[in-house]
């Protein structure tokens, strides 16, 4: 598990961020890393769901396809916290974090990985191995996923909510 890449609701939901900027970055995290193994706490996919859940039908009937197919394309390993993962994010030094936050940040830091996010309360803390995407043009998916991804942006989340 040492050395696992992370990624949070924030880097998830900002492939349908409405700053354009951080769309790109966050999609084109992805669309490069499709072939490879990220990690999300079942947290972090439930924290996608109850926002994405805050739209009208036919913007969640217009996302799921794409997320399904995604979390299906990609190996997006899913796992919950343990005890050790509990105390490590219950550390003093993570102070400031909202409380899922810690849990994610405890996550990482037990089990050495590298998180990335667009979150900046997690990008703020200098002691936390968390990093953001950068991307100055458009990664696509593959054809197939990237209509699925063109029809899902019907979603699209400010910053102030990831």
Request: net charge negative; glycine share 6%.
């Given at each position: 598990?040492?050395?696992?890449?992370y990624?949070d609701?924030a880097?998830?939901?900002?492939?349908?961020?409405?700053?354009?900027?951080?769309?790109?970055?966050?999609?084109s995290?992805f669309?490069?890393?499709?072939?490879?193994?990220?990690?999300?706490?079942?947290?972090?996919?439930?924290?996608?769901?109850?926002?994405?859940?805050r739209?009208p039908?036919a913007?969640?009937?217009?996302?799921y396809?794409?997320?399904?197919?995604?979390?299906?394309?990609?190996?997006?390993?899913?796992?919950?916290?343990?005890?050790?993962?509990l105390?490590?994010?219950?550390?003093?030094?993570?102070d400031?974090?909202?409380?899922?936050e810690?849990?994610?940040?405890?996550?990482?830091?037990?089990r050495?990985g590298?998180?990335?996010s667009v979150?900046?309360?997690?990008?703020?803390?200098a002691?936390?191995?968390?990093r953001?995407?950068k991307?100055?043009?458009e990664?696509?998916f593959?054809?197939?996923?990237?209509?699925l991804?063109?029809?899902s942006?019907?979603?699209?989340?400010p910053?102030?909510?990831?």
């Open positions: 598990m040492a050395g696992d890449v990624v609701a880097l998830f939901l900002g492939m349908h961020s409405t700053d354009e900027s951080m769309r790109i970055a966050c999609k995290f669309a490069a890393r499709l072939s490879d193994h990220v990690v999300m706490s079942w947290e972090q996919v439930g924290r996608c769901d109850d926002l994405v859940w739209f039908r913007v969640q009937d217009a996302y396809p794409f997320m399904d197919n995604l979390h299906t394309d990609m190996r997006i390993e899913r796992r919950g916290y343990d005890a050790a993962d105390r490590v994010g219950l550390l003093a030094e993570l400031g974090l909202a409380m899922h810690r849990l994610l940040a405890g996550m990482v830091l037990n050495n590298m998180l990335w979150s900046p309360r997690l990008l703020a803390h002691s936390l191995p968390v953001a995407p991307a100055d043009v990664l696509l593959p054809d197939a996923l990237e209509r991804y063109r029809t942006l019907a979603l699209r989340v910053m102030t909510e990831l």
